[in-house]
């Protein structure tokens, strides 16, 4: 299970600092912020010494009291109760997850920390959403995402509220589940075989070959974008990892799980920790992925699946796009199409060759309904995912 981040714990490029909140700091509290720099290659330690000046600041400030912020009844006291204390769900969020938090938490800060939850209905939630989806240019389509996102962070704040038994939120909470929100327009947007082709071949010629083995994968095994390349987290984290890098590590999957008979298996990083099946990816089956075999010397098949050559470090988030962006234009994919379409696109495919919804489930790794071996079900994913590339196969030959 992924820890949660120490409170306080912030980065100055490479170097690990513990910050005071604003509140405390406005409130005159004396230590505004820790030099952690000596305990960077320490995650134990590092994470001690948050917690306890944490600790010494809530004492300080709150005078005993459980909570650092004390509820007056506004989304702002709320918002920052749910941002700030220890135990909210905040802390439980994956590091990914908590950066789009952070930014919907100030907006809502700003725009209607000021209101009353006692003196705010559906009828004013109604046009927060439709201010939140108003497009930064005229002619643009409207954010939808964005406003459902705002409103997503929002009920998390309420429900931390409810369990903390602060007056309103309960009932805030069922105006909430009233509204009727717009909802987003399902995504058509799939790539073709000569697409992701195509593709491929444009980042080889930008001498990203290892990019090119990533879509393969994507596509032809079904999987997410961050299964592939792998993601980077704050060295808070507790997740073993060799490779550092700027204050942050990495972890993903590596050439370990590619095994002799060139099967890969993993767990998939958004169930990990459920009792969803894990991947299971006969490489061999997979024509494109082969191919971009052929590329790779066996004994440069060592360390992290996808890294960046010129570097020798996996691609960051960023890096990733950029050059999914590039790629797409070279090879003339409509600029709405983004890198994890490649795994919709590739259960798509599936669908059109005839692959049974059974044997799908098993390849996007989605949870059996009832409960069977570990054993088990490792050979059915990965007999499943054999009939699927099969299946395609003969689809493409015949299209």
């Known amino acids: 299970m992924e820890e949660e981040r120490p409170p306080g714990l912030r980065y100055d490029g490479d170097r690990p600092m513990w910050r005071a909140t604003k509140a405390a700091v406005k409130a005159h509290y004396p230590v505004k912020s820790v030099n952690l720099a000596s305990l960077a290659d320490n995650p134990r330690l590092l994470r001690e010494r948050c917690i306890k000046l944490q600790r010494e600041m809530l004492e300080w400030f709150s005078d005993g009291e459980r909570r650092l912020i004390q509820f007056d009844g506004t989304f702002l006291t709320l918002l920052d109760i749910y941002h700030t204390d220890p135990k909210s769900t905040y802390f439980k969020l994956k590091y990914s997850s908590r950066a789009p938090y952070d930014v919907y938490i100030r907006l809502m800060r700003t725009e209607i920390g000021k209101c009353r939850l006692d003196r705010t209905d559906g009828v004013d939630v109604e046009d927060w959403f439709n201010a939140w989806k108003q497009p930064d240019k005229l002619g643009e389509p409207p954010l939808i995402a964005k406003a459902r996102m705002a409103i997503s962070v929002l009920k998390a704040a309420l429900t931390f509220g409810i369990m903390r038994r602060l007056p309103g939120c309960a009932e805030f909470r069922a105006v909430l589940d009233a509204v009727k929100f717009q909802g987003l327009p399902p995504r058509k947007e799939v790539l073709n075989a000569d697409q992701v082709t195509a593709a491929r071949q444009a980042v080889r010629e930008m001498q990203h070959p290892r990019v090119a083995l990533a879509y393969a994968i994507q596509f032809e095994g079904a999987v997410r974008q961050w299964d592939v390349k792998g993601q980077w987290l704050p060295m ?90 590039a790629a797409a234009k070279t090879a003339g994919i409509s600029p709405k199409v983004w890198n994890r379409d490649l795994r919709k696109s590739g259960s798509t495919e599936a669908r059109a060759a005839g692959a049974p919804i059974d044997d799908l489930k098993k390849l996007m790794g989605h949870a059996p309904e009832t409960p069977v071996t570990a054993d088990v079900y490792d050979m059915a994913n990965l007999e499943a995912h054999r009939r699927i590339a099969a299946a395609r196969k003969v689809h493409r030959e015949k299209k």
């Not at 590619?258 to 089956?285: M, S």
């Open 236 to 325: 808070a984290d507790r997740t073993p990892s060799a490779v550092h890098y700027k204050g942050k590590k990495w972890i993903g999957p590596t050439w370990a799980n590619v095994d002799e008979n060139l099967i890969l298996r993993w767990t998939p990083t958004k169930t990990e920790d459920t009792t969803a099946p894990e991947i299971v990816v006969d490489l061999r089956a997979c024509p494109m992925v082969m191919e971009e075999l052929e590329f790779i010397a066996i004994e440069a098949r060592k360390g992290p699946l996808i890294p960046d050559l010129s570097t020798g470090r996996p691609y960051t988030e960023d890096r990733f796009s950029e050059i999914w962006r």
